[in-house]
């Protein structure tokens, strides 16, 4: 049987991911508070006005310690807490501009000095900002993660990809053939749209963030492609949950 096995969320874009029992799926949408706010750094001309690509933000591809953070999102008091192991826990509200100085004060240390530093949070009206102009949700394939350890001969840890929804039981990379299929988990239907490729923010330990797997060549090497993952869109609104069943329609 496929089966979800972890759902999470990444409130601050790049900045953190938080597990979930289950969550409530809306369709055309991306996951609620996934993504719900982007870091924008000094070069970018994010304004939070519309969607733009993911080089506008800070992110783990070109500053590796962002990966080690962990979140907590209060939704009810829109407070967001940070975890990291070389940080002292953070709490703030992301839509609150008097908070931004003790944010970027926090955030400053895991930068890279030569990189663009962060200067701003945005938000976009009614989306997350997803790695795709559509609204995206990512399937992830633990068939898919033990066959890339085996390649690599190391575990490599689930939380390097960032992904929404984890799954198993499928054949190793199957999921990359379900672009344009249609599937089922709980009460929301997905439709498959493509394969996701994947950056440097992959080798990344999260419990360090420090670069220490060579993801990509490993890929490249073993599949001659840097895919792992499906990006997949909600077609129908419904909740999902941790056990659910995964049909293929």
């Given at each position: ?81 940070l975890f990291h192991p070389n940080r002292k826990d953070f709490t ?44 995206s949700i990512s399937i992830n394939s633990y068939a898919s993660l ?104």
């Open positions: 049987m496929i089966q979800v096995y972890e759902i999470f969320r990444h409130p601050l874009k790049s900045h953190g991911r938080e597990a979930l029992k289950a969550v409530r799926l809306t369709a055309n949408k991306t996951m609620p508070w996934d993504r719900c706010w982007a870091v924008a750094h000094e070069a970018s001309t994010a304004d939070g006005s519309e969607w733009v690509p993911c080089a506008n933000f800070s992110r783990g591809s070109k500053a590796p310690s962002l990966m080690a953070i962990s979140a907590k999102f209060d939704e009810a008091n829109k407070a967001l807490t703030f509200q992301p839509d609150d501009s008097s908070q931004l100085s003790g944010f970027l004060a926090w955030i400053k240390p895991l930068m890279p000095a030569k990189r663009a530093q962060s200067t701003r949070i945005i938000r976009v009206p009614d989306r997350g900002s997803t790695d795709t102009d559509y609204p033990r066959d890339l350890s085996r390649l690599m001969k190391t575990e490599v840890s689930p939380l390097r990809w960032r992904g929404n929804i984890w799954i198993d039981g499928l054949s190793p990379w199957e999921e990359h053939s379900w672009g344009g299929k249609k599937f089922k988990i709980g009460g929301v239907v997905f439709e498959g749209v493509e394969p996701i490729v994947r950056c440097l923010a992959t080798t990344a330990n999260p419990d360090t963030g420090e670069r220490d797997a060579d993801t990509l060549g490993a890929l490249k090497k073993g599949w001659e492609h840097q895919n792992f993952g499906l990006y997949a869109q909600v077609i129908k609104s419904g909740k999902i949950s941790v056990e659910d069943k995964v049909e293929l329609l």
